[in-house]
């Protein structure tokens, strides 16, 4: 086997992970599944390392059926959070964008959101994740393709309990935000529209006004691309957040 | 709006006017044509298409001395074609239920041409339950609605009406448009606006959803290169009453516009055949010299 075989053999698995905890997610969305399902996906794996890696791909959204339905994290599903974390540690964040580079700055996010919904849904200790920094890439909306894709990164924070800037931002943009959603869907990138619609459903939820309908939206995807587990997971948030069933 | 653009418009319009007016003998009517016109949309409609844009920039008049003299000239050139309106008064005359010839008419009505017979013949249609009942879709009846204002007709229509039956009067999901649609709702607001001389015809309510979502469309009709929609949504820009006018939009469009004023109707090769050329691009030259002229003419008021 070659090297770029070796390595494309491997992101197979990794994707393949991702999808099946997407899966599992889902359903403890729909209220099937485990009391420990995050305990459960990564003692069942046979590759551990890349369940591992499938928990901190989602980020935050392993909790998203405590964010949106209520009850707590088992302990043992938080010890898997930790370990993903450990195993793979956040690049080092230098700078923000536009210095440093983007997605580590979005996976600080997303850390920091994970940190304070663990903290939020009574695990008891102390959030101690830092808040990362502001960046222009957040408020500059005049460019609202850029602006929207950056938002579509950081949709993870789309969730009840999740505060502070990111979503006060987005919530304080419902054009730009409307505008980056209605690109992504008739250029028929579902996996970005789908990010959005969960923000356009956050902002729905929270009473900002929109020019488009989110729920008319969010169902339009469904139909063209739901077959997708991350995506799926996408779209159930977003009709939880709209208050539709999952 | 930013006057940025009005330099760069102005180009635009200027070198798509003369390459439309090099080219003219390429839209001449065959030897013998007569009123029934066996396909009207091969030489006939582009005619009273040059004649829209020779018209818009008379009545501008922002266009500077070199784009007005080109224009009179396409627009002479047209009339001539049309036998000083005969052609279109016969057609008109024999086939009272077409509205093409009232509505190449009234382009150049605008540029101050009249026909008295043709006056009179579209003032006894306009009287026949008939005429008006004749069924077209809606931002086509819009511009029947547009063309007989112009010519000083009475149809009763009513603006309002007409423009809650069109697709944008319904101002729907903007993700669920398509092409051809996307050309329709740019025609709702042509007609609606006259081409950007009355944009207090637009509802207040679609001239906010439009200012909304025409950034959107013209992005993603970029990115794939269709510059004949593109220029049309950026005259809905310029149609608003206040006005959506990106700087970077024209940049594009000036880009891709070659040397000698052609603009490519899209991201295809330009054939070498100088009549294959003038077919393909003429009408997205019309586009153009539209957009460039109405362009200028609201960036500077």
């Given amino acids: ?246 | 709006m930013t006057t940025a653009v009005t330099p760069i418009a102005h180009q635009v319009a200027t070198r798509a006017f003369g390459w439309l007016l090099a080219h003219r003998d390429h839209g001449a009517l065959p030897e013998g044509t007569t009123a029934d016109l066996g396909d009207p949309n091969s030489v006939y409609k582009p005619l009273g298409e040059a004649a829209l844009a020779g018209s818009l920039v008379l009545r501008e008049s922002a266009a500077g001395s070199e784009s007005m003299r080109a224009a009179r000239e396409l627009l002479d050139f047209g009339w001539r074609q049309l036998r000083e309106g005969d052609l279109l008064y016969e057609r008109q005359l024999r086939h009272s239920l077409l509205t093409d010839p009232l509505e190449m008419y009234a382009h150049f009505v605008r540029a101050g041409y009249r026909h008295p017979g043709m006056d009179a013949l579209l003032r006894h249609n306009a009287a026949l339950r008939s005429v008006r009942a004749a069924e077209v879709v809606p931002n086509r009846r819009l511009a029947i609605a547009n063309a007989a204002r112009l010519a000083g007709l009475d149809y009763g229509f009513d603006w309002a009406a007409l423009t809650r039956a069109t697709w944008l009067g319904a101002t729907p999901e903007p993700w669920a448009i398509d092409w051809m649609t996307a050309y329709s709702m740019t025609h709702t607001v042509f007609h609606l606006t006259d081409w950007g001389a009355r944009p207090e015809g637009l509802p207040a309510e679609i001239a906010s959803y439009l200012t909304t979502w025409l950034p959107v469309w013209t992005d993603i009709w970029r990115e794939v290169a269709q510059w004949d929609l593109v220029a049309e949504l950026m005259i809905v820009g310029s149609c608003l009453p206040d006005p959506v006018c990106d700087p970077a939009d024209w940049a594009a469009l000036a880009a891709v516009q070659h040397p000698d004023g052609l603009m490519p109707r899209d991201g295809e090769p330009v054939s070498e055949d100088p009549a294959r050329r003038f077919a393909d691009h003429q009408h997205t030259a019309v586009v153009a010299a539209v957009a460039g002229s109405i362009a200028v003419s609201r960036t500077l008021t």
């Avoid at chain 1, 905890?21 to 485990?34: E, K, N, T």
């Avoid at chain 1, 390392?49 to 928990?55: G, I, M």
């Avoid at chain 1, 959030?127 to 938002?151: G, H, K």
């Avoid at chain 1, 799926?232 to 208050?243: C, E, F, P, W």
């Fill in chain 1, 1 to 246: 086997m070659t090297t770029g075989s070796a390595e494309r053999a491997a992101r197979a698995v990794y994707t393949e992970a991702t999808a099946e905890l997407a899966r599992c997610v889902l359903d403890a969305l729909r209220g099937a599944g485990d009391t420990a399902p995050l305990a459960r996906f990564t003692e069942a794996a046979t590759d551990p390392k890349a369940a591992l890696a499938a928990v901190r791909v989602l980020g935050a959204d392993v909790l998203a059926p405590y964010a949106l339905t209520g009850g707590t994290p088992h302990p043992r599903d938080l010890t898997v959070i930790a370990q993903a974390t450990a195993v793979f540690p956040a690049p080092v964040l230098t700078a923000p964008p536009p210095e440093g580079p983007l997605e580590n700055w979005a996976i600080a996010w997303r850390d920091w959101a994970t940190g304070r919904l663990i903290a939020g849904l009574g695990d008891g200790a102390a959030d101690d994740t830092p808040q990362p920094p502001a960046a222009p890439v957040l408020t500059d909306t005049a460019d609202w393709p850029r602006w929207s894709a950056v938002c579509a990164r950081l949709a993870t924070l789309a969730l009840p309990g999740v505060t502070g800037p990111v979503p006060a931002v987005v919530r304080r943009h419902p054009v730009p935000l409307a505008r980056g959603t209605t690109r992504a869907l008739l250029r028929r990138d579902y996996p970005t529209a789908a990010r959005l619609a969960r923000w356009l459903a956050a902002a729905h939820r929270d009473g900002v006004p929109l020019p488009l309908d989110p729920a008319a939206l969010t169902e339009h995807i469904a139909l063209h691309a739901a077959g997708e587990p991350r995506l799926a997971l996408d779209l159930a948030v977003a009709r939880l957040l709209l208050g539709r069933t999952a």
